[in-house]
């Protein structure tokens, strides 16, 4: 699976993005989809995922009432719309994949989309 993250950019804090990550390569309805971030100096952490199924999904308490994961099948790509921006939300956003359910390691990375939130 191939994974092109795009969306990001500057955004003051209360402002909204949709990230978008396209993936290729694989059969696109089998994976579960998930996007986690990494800001200066921290580890990535998770932010959101969708089943395979688009049924469950998970969010980090961090985010949780802010930001949606949603996924087209028809263009094979996953959004994360992101709502109520804060500044410790400013990080690289990365998509990955991984086949079978949501939970644990993801196999497949996108190259990362910067956001950033002025205060």
């Known amino acids: 699976v191939q994974l092109q993250a795009s969306g990001g950019g500057l955004v003051q804090a209360g402002g909204s993005l949709r990230l978008s990550c396209a993936a290729s390569g694989r059969t696109f309805s089998s994976y579960a989809m998930g996007w986690f971030r990494q800001a200066p100096g921290k580890e990535r952490e998770f932010v959101a995922a969708?089943?395979?199924?688009?049924?469950?999904?998970d969010y980090a308490d961090s985010v949780k009432g802010r930001f949606t994961i949603s996924r087209d099948y028809a263009k094979n790509t996953v959004y994360l719309q992101m709502n109520v921006l804060k500044p410790e939300d400013m990080a690289v956003y990365y998509c990955a994949a991984r086949y079978g359910s949501i939970k644990g390691a993801y196999n497949y990375w996108g190259q990362g989309t910067q956001v950033t939130v002025s205060s």
């Open positions: 969708i089943s395979w199924s688009g049924v469950s999904r």
